[in-house]
């Protein structure tokens, strides 16, 4: 029997127009590990902008956010191979 080690993420980001994928991504990785990851390959920083407003990211899975950035990939996948998410982007706008 073959132990599953990693699993197959894709993060979809509306504005992008590719997806981030990572074929070999650990389950023991975390969703905050992901995020930065993410965050990164879409050349995307969250902070106050010179307007002071301030933009923030999550990730969802299905359309349930995941605010639990500790959270392992493997424990999230479940079962599965195959871990498909969101970025959503927030913005808040200043005073």
């Known amino acids: 029997m ?3 080690t990693t ?3 894709i993060v979809h980001y509306v504005a992008a127009g590719k ?3 990572d074929k070999d991504a ?3 990785e975390t969703v905050g590990e992901l995020k930065q990851a993410a965050l ?3 050349d995307l920083t969250e902070g106050t902008l010179p307007d002071g407003s301030t933009t923030t990211y999550t990730l969802y899975k299905d ?3 995941l ?3 500790s959270q392992s990939l493997g424990d999230l996948a479940g079962d599965k191979r195959e871990l498909q998410l969101k970025l959503s ?3 808040v706008q200043g005073k």
Request: charged share 10%; proline share 12%.
């Open 40 to 42: 990164t390959f879409f």
């Open 19 to 21: 997806p981030f994928q």
């Open 63 to 65: 359309k349930q956010p």
């Open 2 to 4: 073959t132990v599953m």
């Open 89 to 91: 982007q927030q913005i």
């Open 67 to 69: 605010t639990d950035l």
């Open 7 to 9: 699993l197959h993420v």
């Open 26 to 28: 650990p389950l023991t």
